[in-house]
Each structure stands twice: as C-alpha cells, then as structure tokens.
C-alpha cells in the first residue's frame, strides 16, 4: 500500500447503491510491456523509433524546450504538446523495450516529478489563474502505463499520482476550478480511466476521493450518452444542418473528441452501473461510422464530423485516438465488432497519413486524394490549405506530437486475459508474443507467426507449464470455412532427419516456389496496369502452384472449422501443459460496399484496396505551422523534410465490380500483397477540389479496358 496520507471524507464521497465498486473489464489488459511485436510489426514500430516519434525529444521546440521540461516554447494556451508527446513516447518505448527512447521517457519523467508542486499539481502552470487540467489527463495516461511496464518507479509515480488527485479533488470541489474548457469537459473521461486503475490497483488511503473525482468529473462532463440518442445525435451532412444547432453541439462533433467519446460511455458504466450506457455506446459506435465514417476505418472530421463525402478530411490525431477507444471499447464490454473496426483503423487510416520512414505525416487525409499539394483554397470545414501535404507540421502541431501512441498503444492490447486470469486471448490479430504467469503460477509464452492482415495464417507456438485455455478472437468477415489445426502439448519440438513417420500436407513451401509465385504475382501485376493480354495464362501459372508436398515434423489434428463465440469472436482452444503448435486459417471473400457519391470500397478482411498512382515529389525543409516559412536548416534532423506529392499518373479511373477477382498472397519469404484483379472503366468526372462540390460521376464518354481479354 502506497505511503499516502489519510483524507478526510468528502460529501461527493457517499456511498452509492452498488458500495463503491467498478464494474470488471470483460478482459484484463496486460502491463504495458508484456505484449512484444514480432515480424512486420516490429519493423513499423522501430521505423517509428528511427523517425520523427523517436527524435522529437532531441530537436523539437514543443517537446525539448516545452515548459513541461523547464522551456518556454508551446503552440497552445492549454500546454499539452508535451502531454500529447509523453502518452505515445511511454508505449512506443516499453513496447520495443528501446533504451534510448527509454532514457527520453526517464529524462522527462525526473523532471516532472522533481517538479511537482507544492499542492500536488503537475505542470509548469505557476498560478491557480494559469491551471487547466485538461493538459494533465495525457501526462496521468502516461504515468498509469509507465507505472506498469517498470515497477522499479512505481511506488514514486503512483505517490505523484495520488498528490495530483488530491489537488484535482480540491479544485473540483470549489465550484470545479481549473475545469472550464471545452477539451477537458469532452475528454473527462480519459482521466476517469486513470482514477478508476488507481482505485482497483493502487487505492492507498485515497479510495474516497479517487471516487469523488470520478463523480464530479462526470457531473460537469460533456454527456456523449445524451448526443448518442435517437433525438439528438446529427445523422446528416452538418453541411446541410442549421449553423445553430450544430454549434450547439460542437464539443461531440469536434473529429477528435467524436473518436475520444466513443468509449466515454463504458467507462462511466464502470462506476455508475448504468446499463443504458451500453445502448448508447453501441449506438455511438455505429451511427459515427454508418454517417461520418470512412472506408479506412476512421471518422470524417475536418475539425468537424461532416458527412460522408470522399474528399472531406479525417485528422491524423482522429485516427489514433480511435485506435484506443475501440480497443478499451474491445476490452471492457467484449463485442468483437469493436476489434474488427480497431485493426481496420490501424492497418488503414494510420498507416497512410506517415510516409514509409515515418519521418513525416499529414495533419488531414480524405479517402479520394490524387495529390498531396498545399490547395489554392481549402475545402475542409476548418482546416488550412497545407494540411495534406507530408511534413513535420503540415497544420496544427497536436498531430505532430500525438500521432506517436497510436501504433504502441494497438499493440499493447493484442492479448488479454480471460476467465478471471486463468486464460489468454490474441484479441488483435497480427505478429506477436506475450509471456505471462496466469492466475495458480501457470507460466505461459505464446508466440504468433503471421504477415496478417496481409495474409490470414497465423500460426501458434504456445508453452504452459499447466493446461489452460487459450482463445484467438476471429474477424467477422471471417467465412465458416476457416479452420484450425493443432498439436496439443508435445514437451519439445524436434526436427526428424527424414519424412518417415511424418505427415504431409499439400501447400507450397519452398523458396524457388515463393519465388515463381511473387515473381507471377508482380507480372500479374504489370499486366494489369499495362497490357491484359496474357492475364489468364499467368493466372493458370499461379493456379498450378497451389500445392506440393510439405512434410510436417508433428502430427497434427485435421483442419477443423472454428466455432467462435458470437458476442466476443473468441475461439476456445483448451491445451495441455507443455509445447503446443497451432495454425488458424481465415477464409474471405472480397467485400463491396457501396458509399456515397457513386462510389464503393473493396475489402479483401481486414485491408482496404488503393489504386496505386504514380507520383512526383518534392521536398523542402520542414517549415512552421502559422507562419509557414522554412526552419533553419540546422533545427531539424536531415530526414526531416516537407514534401508535396502529385499524380504522375490516372487516378480518376472506376471499376466494374462483377470483374473483381482476389489471388491470395504468395508464401513467406515474399512480402507480397494481396492481389486483385479488375476490369478498369475511365470515367470523365466533374470535380472541383477547390469547393464543397462532391464527386459527379457522368457516364457519356466510356471506356472499358477487360484485362481478362
């Protein structure tokens, strides 16, 4: 128990009907740290750590001179640049266990602990005039994950956190001082969420005042439950909707407030026990996608939910904050929709708002985008002209310094643990491992092989030192036909010196087949941009290629199909002590789905198809967000740079669907992606990026090109 003083009885501390206790999580999250990425995943994040996310601590003003670490530089009265940084730094540190980034976090850390005030307050604000504590609900996520992944510092981060409480406690209970911007009213929950992890793992003395904060934060919050009812909640494009109702409602149309409240409701539900709270956040989640969300996954809000036109824009701070909601959302009520939509955000919208070696990103994205240029006249509700283009600061910096937890975060909640400690679940699927110790001292280490969601194996080596349960939560665009095998709880792996005694499974396997079926997929390719003639024979090619003999070194169970629960998705897989393997196959079909504005998206699982465009670069020295001139060559790493990209190639192109066929993705070692073939229609299209003006599609001039003739 953490050496905190004893406080007195506040009158927000009554005991309600259920005694003061939270409500479980369907699932218990793993300790930051405990969930390594593996494969493909790795890489993206350690591209992370060699970028910008990785190096902003050395040179940018925001973060290096903020006055969180003695500095003088901020772009916001509300002084959360550091905040914003420090939240995605923690977990991008501890989840690749990098001990540079980990010397930044520490760094940081010291700081802010040595200089914590007097009262308890954290940050550099100097006057109770100056406090807002919305700037502190980062910093206190931060502190909870950071308190986890090293338990050497967590009596001292968890004492700091408890001083913040009783100055929070104090200031909301005279008349809730320091809580008065529209930031911190639409985002309370996010400090709830720490107080209610204090109060379960770290209570001290202070349980009645961790829950008379909860009480009074919710009071004064923003209410998403009531903006999630029938009544009230903006169904149409806000375009088309009188200036003054929707201004009334703006705290919930605010594009990264709408991705932060979606999980508002579960949480409140975790200390109010107000069931009706799951109606609205199922609501919540549905309406935000059915009328302002985008085929990649993430909600369209050029600092403003609009609609659903394509060429509207989505914030890259939208994105990640998503990710987090329908992971928590995942986690604390168990609906394996919430995790379909958090690996559709984080294998789509993320990943195309950062270049390749994440050293810049976009502050606004739009589904149909043929360049990335500074605009003549921007078309977005609130956002300037540059906001497209890749750069250090393209717009606003909260991109810049937030964009940094999205990735990290995602990862840390791919396990959990399931039926009260006992049992594990890989609820987002993709390469990675955790070693645990389960509730009675089972020792457990599962480690995932996959390119998913690039392809949709994934095999399993699982050790337990007991039998217990394991879960693997399967996609709802998973077919029935998808299958498990398994070898269940041999003590070793060995590799026999021949195939007798050996089963065989017909699968391509070999390097010199890998490399026939790449090198057939990239003319595949070739053919279909260029010239359609020899589409079939190559498709015969790789046809031919689906199977040869491959002996297995174990016996294992014939694929049967997956019986997965309907509510959560999991599959049960009940293993024995020792070394057991297993291989999940997903089978899909290709998803159409009509959008606005005469157009469709195509999903082959977890992945949105792009028309790759050809594209001409240039770049400069990353310049200033207002004033929109260039650094001194001197203030930034040489890979930071700005870049406009413009299309060197069509891209105003439609398809015909009933053409539409899907090759699964070549064996490892190729890093192939899925392939589809389709019959391209050129279209005249009436388009004016400059304005409100959607996408008009006209059909009087066109042309069919049938790559299968």
């Not at 905040?83 to 501890?94: C, D, H, I, K, T």
């Not at 490892?668 to 304005?691: A, G």
């Amino acid at each position: 128990m953490e050496s905190i003083d004893t406080v007195s009885t506040c009158a927000g501390a009554a005991k309600e009907g259920h005694d003061g206790k939270l409500l479980p999580l369907i699932f218990e999250p793993f300790p930051l740290g405990s969930i390594k990425p593996r494969g493909w995943l790795r890489d993206e994040l350690q591209l992370m750590a060699d970028g910008l996310a990785g190096h902003m601590f050395d040179f940018y003003a925001y973060v290096k001179d903020s006055p969180w670490l003695g500095g003088d530089q901020e772009y916001s009265g509300l002084n959360e640049g550091f905040p914003y940084w420090f939240n995605g730094l923690v977990p991008l540190a501890y989840g690749l266990n990098d001990e540079r980034l980990k010397k930044q976090v520490n760094t940081a850390l010291d700081y802010i602990l040595e200089h914590q005030a007097e009262d308890g307050w954290i940050g550099p604000e100097k006057t109770r005039e100056d406090r807002d504590l919305w700037g502190r609900f980062p910093v206190m996520l931060a502190l909870m994950q950071l308190a986890e992944a090293d338990p050497t510092q967590k009596e001292r981060i968890v004492n700091a956190m408890h001083r913040f409480v009783n100055v929070m406690h104090d200031l909301l209970e005279d008349n809730y001082a320091c809580f008065n911007t529209m930031w911190g009213r639409a985002r309370s929950h996010d400090m709830i969420l720490v107080l209610q992890w204090m109060y379960e793992k770290h209570p001290g003395f202070n349980k009645k005042r961790l829950w008379a904060c909860m009480k009074m934060l919710n009071q004064v919050a923003s209410d998403w439950a009531e903006w999630f009812s029938e009544d009230v909640y903006l169904k149409e494009d806000l375009d088309t909707v009188d200036e003054r109702v929707w201004k009334k409602y703006f705290p919930f149309e605010h594009g990264v407030n709408a991705a932060q409240g979606l999980k508002a409701g579960a949480v409140i539900r975790r200390f109010t026990h107000n069931d009706s709270l799951l109606t609205s956040t199922h609501n919540g989640v549905n309406w935000t996608f059915e009328y302002h969300g985008t085929a990649s996954g993430t909600i369209i809000g050029d600092e403003r939910l609009v609609g659903l036109s394509p060429v509207r824009g989505s914030e890259l701070c939208t994105a990640v904050e998503l990710i987090y909601s329908l992971t928590y959302l995942y986690t604390s009520l168990g609906t394996s929709t919430f995790a379909d939509r958090a690996e559709l955000a984080a294998y789509n919208a993320l990943p195309v708002m950062l270049t390749p070696d994440h050293w810049a990103h976009q502050y606004m994205v739009s589904a149909n985008q043929p360049y990335s240029r500074n605009l003549s006249e921007s078309h977005f509700h609130d956002v300037g002209t540059q906001a497209q283009t890749y750069g250090l600061e393209p717009h606003f910096p909260c991109c810049t310094v937030n964009h940094p937890q999205g990735l990290p975060k995602f990862v840390a909640g791919m396990f959990v643990k399931t039926d009260g400690g006992r049992g594990l679940a890989h609820a987002l699927l993709g390469p990675a491992a955790v070693s645990t110790v389960l509730e009675g001292g089972n020792q457990v280490t599962v480690d995932c092989e996959t390119n998913y969601p690039f392809s949709h194996t994934l095999k399993y080596t699982i050790t337990a030192s007991e039998p217990f349960t394991f879960h693997v939560r399967i996609p709802g665009w998973a077919l029935p036909s998808s299958t498990i095998s398994i070898n269940r709880g041999r003590e070793e792996q060995t590799t026999p010196s021949s195939d007798q005694g050996r089963g065989k499974v017909r699968r391509k396997n070999s390097l010199t087949n890998a490399a026939t079926n790449t090198n057939i997929h990239q003319r595949l390719k070739t053919q279909t941009q260029n010239s359609p003639s020899n589409i079939t024979n190559l498709e015969k090619e790789l046809d031919d290629l689906t199977t040869h003999d491959e002996p297995l070194n174990h016996p294992t169970t014939p694929p049967t199909p997956l019986t997965p629960d309907i509510e959560s998705g999991l599959h049960a897989i009940h293993l024995p002590a020792g070394t057991s393997s297993l291989k999940i196959t997903l089978q899909t079909t290709l998803k159409t789905t009509p959008r606005a504005n005469n157009t469709i998206s195509i999903h082959p699982g977890a992945l949105l198809y792009a028309l790759p465009i050809a594209i001409n670069s240039t770049s400069t020295l990353p310049k200033n967000y207002s004033s929109q001139t260039e650094y001194p060559s001197t203030y930034a790493p040489p890979q930071s740079l700005d870049h406009e990209l413009l299309n060197a190639s069509l891209w105003n192109v439609g398809i015909d669907p009933s053409t539409l066929k899907y090759h699964p993705p070549p064996p490892p070692p190729s890093s192939s992606s899925l392939l589809l073939i389709f019959s391209i229609i050129k279209l005249k299209l009436n388009l004016n990026l400059k304005s409100k003006i959607r996408y008009a599609i006209t059909t009087d001039s066109i042309m069919e090109l049938d790559p299968r003739k």
